[in-house]
């Protein structure tokens, strides 16, 4: 009799951590719903890439471009697998699977999108806005919207920069040509980098078919 209830008890535990979410390293629940992803930590040294800071046309932005995997970095999740990891529904498909977003491509989407607008007003391809001019604009208009969604960006990165919390001590080194000493950022180990190839290929392995 006890025998039968710890066995019963060892099976009802045993769903239970099928469908939890993706909150412990048991490998069982990796291999039952393979959307939980444990990432690598990994070591990084930042360097100074001119290709995502500085503006070159096609070229800076095909590197930034090159950030986001196939499918935008949107997931396509059905609903089995939304009920498992208790998902609220995404962007519903007419095939039953639903659309959600990854934090850190929407994260980079907004930096990108900062970026972009930032070099637009230097070359003149946006027209610079007082706070008058804002207030008078349409709210429903395509102006009222990039602004808005450039709000929303600046906000957004914010909380995930605090949400991450990098802790790692900077030195001060030479910087402008010498000039003075300053604190860069540059050659810098970062030791709890996560592995960025292996989230593009899972982000990769899970992609949204079609964007709506």
């Known amino acids: 009799m006890v025998s039968s209830l710890v066995r019963i008890g060892l099976q009802a535990l045993s769903v239970f951590l099928a469908v939890s979410l993706c909150i412990t390293t048991i490998k069982s629940i990796y291999f039952f719903n393979d959307f939980c992803i444990d990432v690598r930590v ?3 040294v930042f360097q100074p890439n001119d290709n995502f800071s500085i503006f070159s046309g096609n070229k800076s932005s095909e590197a930034w471009s090159s950030m986001r995997p196939a499918g935008g970095g949107f997931l396509e999740i059905n ?5 498992q990891l208790r998902l609220a529904p995404g962007i519903q498909q007419p095939y039953g699977a639903d659309h959600y977003g990854v934090s850190v491509f929407h994260q980079l989407h907004c930096l990108e999108m900062i970026r972009n607008n930032y070099y637009n007003l ?8 007082t706070r008058d001019q804002l207030l008078q604009l349409d709210y429903n208009s395509s102006e009222a919207y990039l602004h808005k969604h450039i709000d929303h960006c600046f906000d957004y990165v914010r909380q995930s920069l605090m949400c991450a919390g990098d802790v790692t001590i900077e030195p001060a080194q030479d910087a402008f040509k010498g000039v003075h000493r300053a604190i860069n950022g540059w050659n810098v180990e970062h030791r709890k980098c996560r592995d960025w190839s292996q989230i593009l290929e899972w982000a990769k392995k899970h992609k949204a078919s079609i964007r709506r």
């Open 42 to 44: 990994v070591r990084k």
């Open 79 to 83: 609903k089995r697998h939304q009920r």
């Open 122 to 129: 230097l070359t003149g391809e946006l027209q610079s806005t």
